[in-house]
């Protein structure tokens, strides 16, 4: 279990913590199990009723950290099997999902909120999917879940031209239900997930089937985007794209 992800259990609430300021948070492999690890066990723990998915004060998720890509791009491979058993334990969750999001939510740091059943935003959080940007495409099963949620044009702006939202634009398109002052972002999310805590748990769980929908018709959705993703990021395009992100950053 990676120091990047704090794992913390507040009687019925796990939180999970993502902990890399250094890096605003970009998810590492290491990072990606630990999240995996810590979602499998509340889903099958009976004092586990509701999980808080935090960041930091500057940044919930700068995305999947981007050498992760390069080497894989380097080497000819896609999508690393971490990230992928997130995807899926992200899918599967079976406890109920709350988003704590402060500062820039990046790539999957937008895309796993589709997954989550409630999600409160600091009032200058901002929201930003550069997949086409990257040479890549979508993942998360976010070209599903995304025109469901706010329409196709909507879902294009979003994850084919990369325009960035606001908290407030994010919370009219219903990614977001509550916008709040920055420091009282966790505060929020955690009086969520305990009223939700405090719910009869078995009803809880089918409503939240009945409204999800097919588990299996989003994963399908995971799996081909990540085939897509994969040969995508053998692209000259990606490569070229990660490279000249380094070379600015260097």
Known sequence: MTDHVIVLDDGPIRILRLNRPDKRNAITDAMYDALSEALENAAVSKNIRCVVIA??????????????????????????????????????????????????????????????????????????????????????????????????????ELLVMGRPLSADDAKALGLVNEVVPAGEVESEALKAARQIAALPAEAVAASRRLIRGSTAEIIRRIDEESDIFKRQLKSDAAKAALEAFFSRKG
Do not use: W
């Not at 690393?80 to 820039?104: D, N, W, Y």
């Not at 901002?126 to 879940?145: D, H, K, W």
């Open 55 to 156: 960041g930091g004060p500057t940044a919930f998720t700068a995305g999947a950290d981007l050498q992760d890509f390069l080497r894989a791009a380097q080497r000819m491979e896609g999508l690393r099997p971490q990230a992928t058993r997130f995807l899926h334990r992200i899918a599967h969750a079976g406890k109920p999902l709350v988003a704590a999001v402060e500062g820039v939510a990046i790539g999957i740091g937008t895309t796993l909120l589709l997954h989550c059943d409630y999600v409160v935003a600091a009032i200058d959080a901002r929201f930003a999917t550069p997949f086409v940007n990257l040479g890549l495409v979508p993942e998360a099963g976010s070209s599903l879940l995304m025109p469901r949620l706010m329409g196709t044009r909507r879902a294009f």
